[in-house]
Each structure stands twice: as structure tokens, then as C-alpha cells.
């Protein structure tokens, strides 16, 4: 199948078979800027991810139409529209919640892809809420792959920050959860079924490193 090997989502979303999910498959370095609007609301989360050489080097060889062992415009155009529209099945792998309750976003207007001078995949997206959200009382922001396919990794606590003046009198910290005291705390929730299940579970989330803001 063309594409076998495009993003997480997309393997997925093709129909491929996944079999034992238990550990990541794609790896990618992260960088979140959540940024808040003038009017006192959420205007749009900044996101960039850079992938691994290996799946790199796999969507070249799925992209590259003209077989020039590299990614000309029209293909990189082409890669991220496929992206854009196959990751809305996982949110963007985005999640907001405010004070609990889950933010669903909205399709980005594009997905911009390139390839650096390191010959890794660059992503480049931001994508706004889908309704609207105050900055009030406690918000989470954080960046994950449900199905656990790929990790994603925030190099440092600097990767994820809140821009603009509407955070200016909020309380912001990144929290980044111990896998052993996840599973100590929620051991009697996350059974074989969890770490087997391709289609991946809201569970996922504990694990996930995460942007948290009080406002």
C-alpha cells in the first residue's frame, strides 16, 4: 500500500494491521507553543516535530514520485495534505482540557513539511479549538499519539511554553509523569488489554508529558 509507512495516524488510517502496540514504533522531537488571543480566550496551539532519520527515510522513499532521492515541493504539498487529513481521525494528536473537560480542535488550514539539512522530516502546524476557551481556572495542553505508534518527545521543559499577554498572570508548569508511578497509582485500570489494544485508550494520556496553566 502507498502508504505503508506515512505518519502514525496514516497507518492506521490506511487500514494496516498493527499488531502489539506495546512500545513505539516512530520517534519525534517536539516543540508546543500554546498561545492565547487578545480577546481572553485560546487562540491556537504552534506545533513542530522533527521525526527520525529511519521513518524519514521512509516517507522519501514513498514520496519521492520522480525517484530524484529527494522531496521536491509539489511532494512535500502533497505529503502534508495526506497528513492533514489523516491525522484529523487522531485529533492531531492534540489534547486541551479545560478544568477536565476535553477541547476537541479544528482541522488546521495546512500542514507544512519539509526536510532539514539533517535529512529529517520537519512538521510544522498549528491548529486552533474547536469552540471557545477561557483562560480561566485550570488548563492542560499536551501532545500525544493515543495508539502509542509513535513517541513523542519534548527534548526540555522549554519546548512547551504559553505565549502571549493573556497568560501573563497564570501559573504554568510542565509535568512529565513517572511511568512506574502511573502504573503504581492506576494499576488496578491498566490491565494487558491496555498494552495490547491497537486502537490505543484515553489511558494513554497518563503517560503523556503535558503543558499545565492556572489561571
Request: proline letters at 6%; aromatic letters at 8%.
Amino acid at each position: 500500500m502507498r502508504y505503508r509507512i506515512l505518519t502514525i495516524a496514516t497507518l492506521a488510517a490506511a487500514g494496516l494491521p498493527l499488531p502489539a502496540l506495546a512500545h513505539p514504533h516512530i520517534f519525534a522531537e517536539a516543540r508546543l507553543e500554546v498561545v492565547a488571543g487578545n480577546d481572553g480566550n485560546l487562540a491556537e496551539l504552534r506545533n513542530v516535530w522533527r521525526f527520525d532519520e529511519v521513518f524519514s527515510s521512509s516517507v522519501l522513499l514513498d514520496f519521492d514520485k520522480n525517484t530524484d532521492l529527494k522531496l521536491d515541493e509539489k511532494e512535500l504539498a502533497e505529503l502534508g495534505e495526506v497528513m492533514r487529513t489523516s491525522l484529523a481521525d487522531f485529533h492531531y494528536f492534540t489534547t486541551i482540557t479545560l478544568n477536565g473537560a476535553v477541547v476537541g480542535v479544528q482541522k488546521p488550514d495546512a500542514i507544512h513539511v519539509s526536510i532539514d539539512d539533517s535529512n529529517q522530516l520537519l512538521v510544522i502546524f498549528a491548529v486552533k479549538p474547536e469552540k471557545p476557551v477561557p483562560l480561566k481556572g485550570k488548563l492542560t495542553f499536551g501532545i500525544y499519539d493515543p495508539s502509542m505508534y509513535t513517541a513523542i518527545d519534548f527534548p526540555t521543559d522549554g519546548d512547551l511554553v504559553a505565549q502571549g499577554a493573556g497568560f501573563s498572570k497564570c501559573q504554568h508548569k510542565v509535568v512529565r509523569p513517572d511511568p512506574d508511578e502511573v502504573i503504581a497509582q492506576n494499576s488496578s485500570t491498566l490491565t494487558d488489554a491496555f498494552f495490547n489494544d491497537p486502537t490505543g485508550t484515553d489511558m494513554t494520556k497518563l503517560f503523556a508529558t503535558r503543558l499545565e496553566v492556572t489561571c
